[in-house]
């Protein structure tokens, strides 16, 4: 499913630890609009103001897919309201300084942003 131009449902719910371990990172239609208007505001203009692919490290993520991976107990990834991204120069400037978020998390190697 397109979210926006360049996002997809299905690179929002990929996950490597819930494919290891079994886990169905099963997501609800509210939290598919989250999605949906975080790209729109957020991960769209980012990429159309860099002209850079972005790829997700982490989207949305079940109570069980959360946990495994030792999110906080109530992370906006279980919302559908958070994105991990990889760190690339400007981009948490950017966001920072011209994109709506409410959280913005400089994680080191990658970006944690939600809206």
């Not at 609800?28 to 505001?41: F, H, M, P």
């Not at 957020?42 to 959360?66: D, M, Y």
């Not at 559908?80 to 959280?103: K, S």
């Amino acid at each position: 499913m397109q979210l926006t131009e360049h996002f997809t449902l299905e690179e929002m719910l990929r996950s490597d630890t819930a494919s290891k371990k079994n886990i169905e990172n099963r997501i609800s239609a509210e939290e598919v609009n989250n999605l949906q208007k975080l790209c729109q505001k957020v991960l769209e203009p980012l990429r159309q103001h860099f002209g850079k692919p972005i790829r997700i490290n982490s989207g949305f993520r079940c109570k069980a897919l959360n946990e495994a991976v030792g999110g906080a107990k109530n992370s906006y990834h279980t919302k559908g309201r958070a994105v991990d991204i990889p760190m690339h120069p400007g981009w948490l400037a950017y966001i920072r300084d011209h994109l709506p978020h409410t959280e913005l998390i400089n994680e080191g190697s990658w970006i944690h942003v939600a809206l």
